[in-house]
Structure formats: structure tokens, C-alpha cells
């Protein structure tokens, strides 16, 4: 959850689906092991592009109606709140 939250926020969700995604080649020899001296060391999967990029998509979308949601209910009130007065 924590992970998902940090690629909502944009704070570089770009190097989480990079090492997500990272798969053993010659330069990266991935083991069994989760962590070596604190550095991801396990294998990814090549889902990892798709499902990331899709979740950006969608939370964006989402959360641009959202902000334009609260902006238009911000003035549909100022709007009641001034034809009242008069």
C-alpha cells in the first residue's frame, strides 16, 4: 500500500516500475535473496510495465475529476451563497 501511495503522489514511480521490472540478465544477477546490503536484489516480472503504467493512468484520471469536482462544488456554493444575499 505503501508502494502504491508513493506512485500516486509521482515521487518517482518510474524507478519503482524500473526495479519491479528488472528481470536477470548479464549485467543483473537477481537471487533469492530480497535485499543485499539494503539494495533490491530479487527478480521482477514483465507485468510490472503494464501495471504500473495503467495505475498512473487511472489515478490520474481520477484524481483530476476529483480536483476539478471540489473546484466546481467551491463555486456552485459561492454562486448560491451570492444569489441568496440578493
Do not use: K
Not at 514511480?13 to 530480497?34: G, P, T
Not at 503504467?53 to 473546484?71: C, G, R
Request: aromatic letters at 12%; charged letters at 20%.
Amino acid at each position: 500500500m505503501l508502494t502504491l501511495f508513493r506512485c500516486t503522489t509521482g515521487e518517482g514511480w518510474n524507478n519503482l516500475m524500473h526495479d519491479a521490472s528488472r528481470e536477470r540478465s548479464i549485467l543483473f544477477q537477481c537471487s533469492n535473496e530480497r535485499y543485499i546490503s539494503g539494495v533490491p536484489n530479487g527478480c521482477g516480472s514483465r507485468v510490472a510495465t503494464p501495471f504500473f503504467i495503467s495505475f498512473m493512468l487511472i489515478v490520474s484520471i481520477t484524481f483530476m475529476n476529483m480536483f476539478i469536482a471540489i473546484i466546481l462544488e467551491g463555486f456552485d456554493e459561492y454562486h448560491e451563497e451570492e444569489t441568496h444575499r440578493v
